[in-house]
């Protein structure tokens, strides 16, 4: 498995700046564990615009093995995930009595459903939070249960964070493979705008991670459904 770890980086723009009674999350290491390419670079790059350090782990497998060698201050699990989703990959954690064993797990899920709502604290996650998700929703979320477990947030510094740029992709798309990007007025680009904060390369790397990814999810997630496997068929939605 491979382990990334981004360190807060200085720079002119960031999507959401906190307010001066707003604390950052310098010294806040945080796990995004989350098998969608640009899913993991939106979250990432919010995190680290507050001041946290991120590592990634790109399925519930990856995140078990990492956990068992890196202790964190708090998880960004992904529900539906190939090799071990996010339900199977809490109970792991939490019963390895390792160093993350009883750090805030916060789910992203996509669903509404009551049934997911249950089912993410019966396996000992904390919380969830719905995507696609506001920078402040999640924010509020992660410190509500940082102060919660540790009390940390109360001891880091309450100036907002340094503006940062986007950490270097761990995932880069080859040039010979990018694809012309239309930005224009039929696309709505309001939300990618608002994270990216005025950076034109973070909206164009996302776009073209977009572009190159959904042609071959659609082409799957078509074959699942005339096979009629209705598992990955959830999965890929």
Known sequence: FQLASQEPLPADEHPVE????????HGIHILIVEDILMNRKVVARMLEG???????????????????????DLILMDIQMPNLDGYDATRRIRKDNGPNADIPIIALTASTRARVRDQVLEVGMNAYVLKPFEPKELYRVIQQHLLAATQ???????TPPPRIAPAPSPDPIPEEEAPEIPLNDEVDMSYLRTLGGGDEEFIKEMVEIFLNQTPGELESLETHVQEQDWEQVKQGA
């Open 152 to 158: 940390s947030l109360k001891e880091v510094a309450t």
């Open 50 to 72: 507050w001041g946290g350090q991120t590592s990634i782990a790109k399925d519930g497998l990856e995140a078990v093995k990492i956990c068992e060698e890196q202790a964190f």
């Open 18 to 25: 906190l307010t001066e009674d707003q604390p950052s999350l």
